[in-house]
């Protein structure tokens, strides 16, 4: 059983940054993938970014230099730092991972910037 659990969200100023955590309950070296997506009110879910494995990284093009990736497999912890923010960033934020076939998400946790 694999269980997702996302940290750090919260209220933030214009223009401050934030890091993310999602703990991976379970074996994090199943996966081919794992990374993070939001979802903004009335708008689909938008992938931010996924690091691989090996430590290759992919960006969405909405936040790529704002947004940094990554995994402490030691940890089984993948983490998402974010700066520069702006009240379009308000979002809730997911964790994924991805195993052949299927995908694991968790449950979100709410980022809201506003002053």
């Known amino acids: 059983q694999v269980q997702l659990v996302e940290s750090g969200g919260g209220l933030v100023e214009p223009g401050g940054s934030l890091r993310l955590s999602c703990a991976i309950l379970?074996?994090?070296?199943?996966?081919?993938?794992v990374g993070w997506y939001r979802q903004a009110p009335g708008k689909q879910r938008e992938m931010l970014a996924t690091?691989?494995?090996?430590?290759?990284?992919n960006y969405g093009d909405g936040v790529e230099g704002r947004c940094t990736i990554f995994r402490d497999d030691d940890m089984k912890t993948v983490y998402l730092s974010m700066n520069s923010l702006i009240p379009e960033d308000t979002a809730t934020y997911y964790c994924?991972?991805?195993?052949?076939?299927?995908?694991?998400w968790g449950q979100g946790t709410q980022v809201t910037v506003s002053s």
């Open positions: 379970g074996d994090i070296s199943r996966f081919n993938a």
């Open positions: 690091i691989f494995p090996t430590g290759p990284t």
């Open positions: 994924y991972a991805r195993e052949f076939g299927s995908d694991y």
